[in-house]
């Protein structure tokens, strides 16, 4: 019902910004939850950072706190911007929504995903 369409990686050199874009349809996100996780290559799904969609609960991975921000820039709309990115920050970046969620941090918690998209950070 909840589709999620991810955009916006690439290939960047270290220190280097991209800003992700995760666009929903199908339903409202009225009461959602959506999140941002990342998988690399052998590695399992981390959380990145989530958001409510009031936009009054926001929270973000030590991992990233200082560098990246979510933020809500449509109604139907989730970006991801990524600063001074490192080498380690390479990963399948997926979006991720729960209807009636708040502040999870889980992947299992999360019903819908989308397909991904790559971001590849070079030394």
């Known amino acids: 019902q909840v589709h999620l369409v991810e955009s916006g990686g690439g290939v960047v050199q270290a220190g280097g910004s991209l800003t992700l874009s995760c666009v929903a349809s199908?339903?409202?996100?009225?009461?959602?939850?959506v999140a941002w996780f990342r998988q690399a290559p052998g590695k399992e799904r981390d959380f990145v950072a989530g958001?409510?969609?009031?936009?009054?609960?926001i929270r973000h991975a030590d991992s990233v706190k200082d560098r990246f921000t979510i933020s809500k820039d449509a109604k139907n709309t989730v970006q991801l911007r990524m600063n001074s990115l490192k080498p380690e920050d390479t990963a399948v970046y997926y979006c991720?929504?729960?209807?009636?969620?708040?502040?999870?941090?889980?992947?299992?918690?999360?019903?819908?995903w989308g397909q991904g998209t790559q971001v590849t950070v070079s030394s």
């Open positions: 991720a929504a729960v209807q009636y969620g708040l502040g999870h941090r889980r992947s299992n918690e999360y019903q819908y």
């Open positions: 199908g339903r409202t996100f009225d009461l959602f939850d």
């Open positions: 958001i409510n969609w009031g936009g009054s609960n």
